[in-house]
């Protein structure tokens, strides 16, 4: 850190550090069920074409449940502030998560994902609202990439642990142990989080820095809550929200298929999938704090924050189109494939970054967990659909022919394109990022 950082204070990385923690449970709890699959289909007897349409329910059931939190999370963390709204979710779905453990077939899943999704459509706008109250817009994308790289850590510790704790111990410890480091997470954030307004430990310097943007005069926390109906009347918030449905699938197919694409096309075991999903989601990071480091430095040269933001995203887009070849370099070596999926995981987290970030540029801060919210909803919908066309019956369909390596390759196209399109809706709807009056 230069002098000029040091002077200022550096007390909200501390609070990017408690978001981005939140993030890693966050994604842990939900992304443990993707390496317990063989250890499911075992317990409850699964045919593999009944493993694909059970498996694709219980995603299906998280994806819905999802999407309806989202409908109230963003509007409720609005209400009660940051600090209060993040607590419940956290808690509540670090308790949905040790409830799979009670579980004794699909049935059961369905009920503990409903919880889970419902509970985890807090995290991000509650983990937005905090970058807005404590980052200036221009350190915002750099917040934002930071915390939402424990999406990736999230993904990381799961393939390394989940299948050594359920061969060891049983797969319901796995949900059991996860679960448990919500509440670890709970006594820190009571611990350390206050709005910079009321937080001691802030320096004046640090405070002042916080509120600086010439853009934006600084809100006094409020409770009005804008509704829904006047949201929706803004062009941003459109662009934020179809931005979400195209590209937001991508990232939960990834997360959910990954370990049972590498199973089929490579005929790995559930052990043998640790390094390859691993390596993926560390270079996934990469991306995540890259992709927010890369607007600063152009916001830094004196570009225009909303230029900067679409000159990035744009090259995240064209980043992600190598997939497309993943499976014919994986005839040649399984791990060309790998580093090929892992640079469209850096490229989504990287874009990621940035259009939550738009968020913040074009509303002000009482509306930011809402408008998080509604994309949220909308990114959810994006999986829905995308479950019920391909998954349920794609997926399905080429299992039974014995060529699901066809299916995967549809799939992947759809990820290669999604971002190009996103980018330009986006682009269309709001060319200059205005930020809206309310």
């Known amino acids: ?76 963390i609005d209400k009660l502030g940051t600090k209060l709204g993040y607590a419940i979710a956290t808690g509540l779905w670090s308790l949905a998560a040790i409830g799979h453990a009670l579980a004794t077939g699909t049935g059961g899943f369905l009920i503990a994902r409903v919880f889970l999704g419902i509970t985890e ?45 359920a061969e060891k111990y049983g797969w319901q410890w796995a949900f059991i142990l996860t679960g448990i480091i919500g509440f670890v997470w709970l006594v820190l954030w009571f611990l350390f989080y206050e709005v910079p307004q009321k937080q001691k430990r802030l320096s004046q310097a640090e405070l002042e820095y916080i509120t600086s943007d010439k853009i934006e005069e600084v809100e006094e926390e409020s409770k009005e809550k804008v509704s829904w109906i006047k949201l929706l009347s803004f062009r941003q918030t459109w662009a934020f929200a179809i931005g979400k449905l195209l590209t937001d699938p991508v990232w939960w197919f990834y997360l959910f298929w990954l370990p049972d694409f590498l199973m089929k096309e490579y005929k ?37 924050a909303y230029k900067a933001r679409k000159t990035s995203m744009l090259i995240y887009a064209f980043a992600v189109l190598p997939v497309l070849f993943s499976q014919y370099l994986g005839t040649i070596n399984m791990w060309f494939a790998i580093l090929v999926i892992g640079l469209a995981v ?81 682009h269309i709807l709001v060319p200059r990022m205005k930020k809206v009056e309310l």
């Open 1 to 76: 850190m230069n002098q000029a950082n040091a002077a200022i204070g550096k007390y909200r990385w501390t609070i990017c550090s408690l978001v981005f923690f939140a993030t890693t449970v966050n994604y842990l709890d939900r992304n443990v069920i993707s390496y317990l699959r063989p250890f499911l289909a075992e317990a409850f007897h699964w045919t593999p074409e009944q493993e694909v349409i059970d498996y694709s329910n219980i995603e299906l059931a998280f994806k819905i449940a999802y999407a309806l939190g989202m409908l109230v999370a963003g509007g409720i």
């Open 121 to 165: 459509a807090g995290n991000f706008p509650a983990a937005i609202k905090a970058t807005a109250e404590w980052f200036p817009q221009k350190e915002r994308a750099l917040a934002t990439g930071i915390f939402n790289s424990g999406s990736n850590i999230g993904a990381i510790i799961v393939p390394l642990t989940v299948p050594f704790i």
């Open 268 to 304: 790995l075991t559930a052990t043998e999938i640790i390094w390859p999903c691993a390596l993926v989601y560390m270079i996934g990071s990469v991306g995540s704090i890259g992709g927010g480091w890369l607007p600063l430095k152009l916001i830094n040269n004196n570009w225009p």
């Open 346 to 426: 850096s490229a989504h987290q990287a874009w990621s970054a940035n259009i939550f970030t738009t968020v913040s540029d074009m509303f002000p801060k009482k509306a930011t967990a809402s408008v998080t919210g509604m994309g949220g909803m909308f990114g959810a919908l994006g999986g829905i659909l995308l479950t019920l066309v391909v998954q349920k019956n794609m997926f399905v369909y080429y299992t039974k022919l014995g060529k699901i390596e066809t299916g995967y390759f549809i799939m992947f196209c759809i990820c290669g394109a999604s971002y190009l399109l996103a980018w330009l809706i986006m």
